[in-house]
């Protein structure tokens, strides 16, 4: 079952103005980052309120060319409470999966599928030792 939405994520052309623009203007709060598996900087996590981010995507030249994308949407999240039973419920109802559960570096597991028009949409399940239950 959906819970709500876990996160909003958007590929960036300058961090730095991106977290003044989230942090400083909106005021909401730097959580965390992860790094990619060359350790170089990957993603960081602005919280928003209790279990809900945006996760802002380094979207400079470089990582463009290795993750297909510059500047703006990458994905939303929908936070399932089982992501291995809402994944069963939406294969029932016709929903094509695109990818089957499995856990990520964030230690949360997830699934994906895409809207209508290829908007990709994650679907979640936080574990408690994951960053995002701790932020």
């Not at 990818?99 to 936080?126: C, F, R, Y």
Request: some cysteine; hydrophobic content about 40%.
């Amino acid at each position: 079952m959906v819970i709500g939405i876990a996160h909003n994520a958007f590929r960036v052309t300058d961090m730095e103005k991106a977290l003044e623009f989230y942090c400083g203007g909106l005021g909401f709060t730097k959580a965390f980052e992860l790094a990619d598996s060359n350790g170089k900087p990957w993603i960081v996590y602005i919280k928003v309120s209790k279990n809900t981010f945006i996760e802002l995507f380094y979207g400079g030249e470089e990582q463009a060319k290795t993750q297909q994308g510059t500047a703006g949407f990458v994905h939303m999240c929908l936070e399932c409470d089982d992501v291995y039973a809402t994944v069963a419920d939406l294969e029932a109802r016709g929903v094509q999966i695109d990818s089957a559960p499995k856990v990520g570096s964030d230690k949360n597991t997830q699934a994906w599928i895409h809207d209508p028009d290829g908007n990709k949409i994650e679907l979640m399940s936080i574990d408690p030792s994951s960053p995002q239950a701790n932020a």
